[in-house]
Every structure is written in structure tokens, then in C-alpha cells.
């Protein structure tokens, strides 16, 4: 049996239960078998793959908390710092009742080859919470976000462990946080990003994913002979990515179409008018039927279905897996040229595949949806530096990295055989990247 399959094996072994964690090593490891054959001896000698899919240490805790009504409530609570071998853990923290450890280890196995892609020194971590933040008030999520810090905080720092925001985290979350931990260690240090502007934070950072990801859509497309331009653009989510994914690609001449939540979703023929679906998500938080009751025009259905909408470029920007085999098989019937991640593993393999196979441009999570992870660790320099640089300054470093990421991809693609093939590439890319350093470091 080879190397690779003998490290798919055990980790499905040791770690049962966990089959989005199952799904991201398998994904990673068979694409990087090339690679991993060519040295083989080596790799297996010093058990490289073995310690590359083992978390360095995995954090589990409780967290109580008091409702408005005095009911007392424990939620469950993870922090995986998973490899540091370029750099201090950096990764988001998920509030959301899917939560599972299984789950975070997925996001920050994935976190680690992301990280390596932006070229800047961040090791991979993730972490979160089965803790619901709708619905609750804001003195709600305050008492669960302090009792969560007080546990967390003994293991974190700036040049420890980063933590950030992701899925039901936001800048009200991040600042709650933030507070607890000034106000256990006694310092006032860049250990969250995603900060306010007021206290550390970074302009252009509620921007950085979605624009990241139409800065690196829009390179892949020009290497391959097509233009953003003039295409029609259809979007799954309307969160932080998706919000501003749906406002770079206007800015870039694109069309989009569609934007969906938890229930339903909208096609706008006309174009998303991102400044109302701003209003309803970031302000009133509230359901994509509001959009179509504001908008004359507007189709609303329950469920799923963006992906039956003729487009030429597709953007997953919801969750994990929620494009399937058949979802695929509508797009390339819908005259689809490219799929870009904006979610983490946003694709199934079986509809990657397909995708692949019929020469759709498919760009994959940890590369295109980087823009975010890159741009708190410029959160990171700047307040190392007790800096803020302008918004302009931030966008324009973002941009450089996500169109170096691309090209960092592509050439590994080409470099093992594999042209045109982006997961591929971007494994290998940030794979190489760590596992130099950990070869360097010994075995630790």
C-alpha cells in the first residue's frame, strides 16, 4: 500500500465520526500524491504525513453562560491549533449550532495549506462554537463571548495563536472578545482580527474575502483567455463573502444574478442591487424575502437552486458541501466557464470532479477564498507596527497576493503535469511551503 493511502486509512481510523475532516485529507493527500511518491522514503521516515494531519493540540471546553431570562446554558467549544510551522496558528472562530470537532479540524487542516498560499508567515488553526448567535441579544452574545475568551485566553497571544472571525463572528463578536481578553492578560495586544477600526482593526478587512476572491477569479480567467467582464455571475450565500463578492464583480463589469441564506433564494435578471441586500443583511438581518418584496422584478424560491440559473462564472459563498454531483451537471448544462470558492470546501469531490472533467475553470477554496486570512495577517503587521494604513494601501496588497496565489498555483500545476488542474496546484504549492519548514524544524 503507498504512503498516502496507508495516512487516508489511519485517519479515518483514529478519527471516526468525522467525515468532513475525513473528506479534506483524502481531497488534499490524493492530489499531492504525485509529490508525496517522489519522495516517499523521506516523507515516510520522518512520519511527515502522519504529524501533518495530526492537530498539534486540540482544545475542547465548555462554555457557560446566562440567558436575559436567568436560565443558565453550556454550549460546546473547540480551538485546533493544527500546524505551526511557518508561523503562529491563524484561523477563524465559527459560531454556529454545526459545530462539531470534526468540523473544525476539517477548516483548519485546510487552513494550513490556505495560510501557506498568501506567502505570509501564518500557520494553520481553527476553532468556534455550537453557541447560536441569532436571535440572541446583544447582552446574550456578550456573556457567552466573555465566557468563552476566559477559557480560550490561556492559549492564545499574538505570537501564539490568532484567532479570527468566520461564520456568526462578527465585528460585535470579535469586539466582546477582545474586551475579555484585555481584561484577563492585562495587555493590549493584535490577538484577534477582525477588530474594529476604532481598536486595532484594518480598513478593507470586512472587504478582503469577496474582493480576494473576484481579484483571483478575474486573474484565472485572463491567463485563460476570457475577460470578467460583461459575464453573468451567480452567487450561493449573503453573508460577509458573498455581499462583497456581489459588489467587486459589479465593479468589474460582471453581472450577478443570485444570492441565497438558510431558506431561500433570489434571481435578480437585473443584478443584485448590493446596497438593499446590505440593508437586509447587515442591518436588519433579516430574510432574502425582504429583498424581493423591496425589489419589483425579483423571484424568490424556498430552497435550494441557484445553480440552475445560466451563468458563466460560479461563486459557492454559503457553506460546505453545498454543491453536489447534480448541482455541477447544471451548471456545465447552464454554459458555466468557472467556479471560484468563496466558502471553505464549498464543492463536493464528486462535483469537482465532474467539473474538472468537462473544463470548467475551478478554483479551489483555500487559494480563492484566502483574501480574508490574508488580510488579518496585514491586520497582524500593521498592529505590530502601531500602523493603519489606508484602505487603498490594504487593497492593493491584497490584490498582489491573490493574483501571486493564482500564478503560485498554476506554475505548480505545470511544474507536475497537471496544467489547468488549480486544487492540485494549490495543494502542492502550500504543501512544499511546510513541509520544508518542518523537515527544518526536526521532528517536533
Known amino acids: 500500500m503507498s504512503y498516502v493511502d496507508e495516512v487516508i486509512d489511519l485517519v479515518v481510523e483514529k478519527n471516526p465520526a468525522q467525515p468532513e475532516f475525513h473528506q479534506a485529507v483524502k481531497e488534499v493527500l490524493e492530489s499531492l500524491r504525485v509529490v508525496i511518491e517522489a519522495n516517499e522514503e523521506a516523507y515516510r521516515k520522518d512520519a511527515l504525513l502522519e504529524r501533518l494531519v495530526t492537530p498539534e493540540r486540540q ?75 441569532k436571535g440572541k441579544s ?14 480560550l485566553s490561556k492559549y492564545i497571544g499574538a505570537d501564539t495563536d490568532v484567532p479570527a ?4 463572528t462578527g465585528a460585535r463578536e470579535i469586539g466582546y472578545m477582545f474586551g475579555q481578553y484585555k481584561r484577563i492578560r492585562g495587555v493590549y495586544e493584535g490577538v484577534l482580527t477582525g477588530k474594529g477600526l476604532s481598536y486595532g482593526g484594518s480598513l478593507a478587512r470586512t472587504e478582503a474575502t469577496g474582493y480576494g476572491l473576484l481579484y483571483l477569479t478575474e486573474e484565472m480567467l485572463r491567463c485563460n483567455g476570457h475577460d470578467l467582464n460583461g459575464k453573468t455571475v451567480v452567487i450561493s450565500g449573503s453573508g460577509n463573502v458573498a455581499i462583497y463578492a456581489a459588489q467587486k464583480a459589479q465593479q468589474l463589469g460582471a453581472k450577478v444574478v443570485t444570492v441565497s441564506d438558510s431558506t431561500g433564494w433570489v434571481y435578480d435578471k437585473d443584478g ?5 441586500l446590505k440593508e437586509i443583511k447587515e442591518v436588519k438581518r433579516a430574510r432574502l424575502t425582504e429583498y424581493a418584496k423591496a425589489k419589483p422584478g425579483v423571484e424568490y424560491h424556498e430552497g435550494r437552486g441557484v445553480w440552475t440559473i445560466p451563468c458563466d462564472v460560479a461563486l ?35 462535483a469537482t470532479e465532474y467539473l474538472q472533467k468537462n473544463g470548467i475553470l475551478f478554483a479551489p477554496g483555500k487559494a480563492a477564498n484566502a483574501g480574508g486570512v490574508a488580510t488579518s495577517a496585514l491586520e497582524m503587521s500593521q498592529n505590530s507596527e502601531r500602523l493603519s494604513w489606508t484602505f487603498e494601501e490594504v487593497d492593493g496588497k491584497l490584490k498582489h497576493i491573490m493574483v501571486n496565489i493564482f500564478h503560485n498555483l498554476d506554475e505548480a500545476a505545470k511544474k507536475y503535469g497537471m496544467e489547468g488542474n488549480y486544487v492540485a496546484g494549490a495543494n502542492i504549492a502550500g504543501f512544499l511551503k511546510v513541509a520544508d519548514a518542518m523537515t527544518a524544524q526536526g521532528i517536533v
Open 59 to 133: 482544545l475542547l471546553f465548555r462554555v457557560p453562560w446566562v440567558d436575559d431570562k436567568g436560565q443558565v446554558h453550556v454550549n460546546n467549544a473547540f480551538r485546533v491549533q493544527f500546524n505551526s510551522a511557518i508561523g503562529p496558528y491563524k484561523g477563524g472562530l465559527r459560531l454556529h449550532p454545526s459545530v462539531n470537532l470534526g468540523i473544525i479540524k476539517f477548516l483548519g487542516f485546510e487552513q494550513i495549506f490556505k495560510n501557506s498560499l498568501t506567502g505570509l508567515p501564518i500557520g494553520g488553526g481553527k476553532g468556534g462554537s455550537d453557541f447560536d448567535p
Open 138 to 151: 446583544d447582552r446574550e452574545v456578550m456573556a457567552f463571548c466573555q465566557s468563552f475568551m476566559t477559557e
Open 165 to 168: 472571525g468566520d461564520i456568526g
Open 272 to 276: 443584485i442591487d448590493v446596497a438593499l
Open 316 to 350: 459557492p459563498c454559503a457553506t460546505q458541501n453545498e454543491l453536489d454531483l447534480e448541482d455541477a451537471k447544471a451548471l456545465v448544462a447552464g454554459g458555466c466557464i468557472a467556479v471560484a470558492e468563496g466558502a471553505n470546501m464549498p464543492t463536493t469531490m464528486e
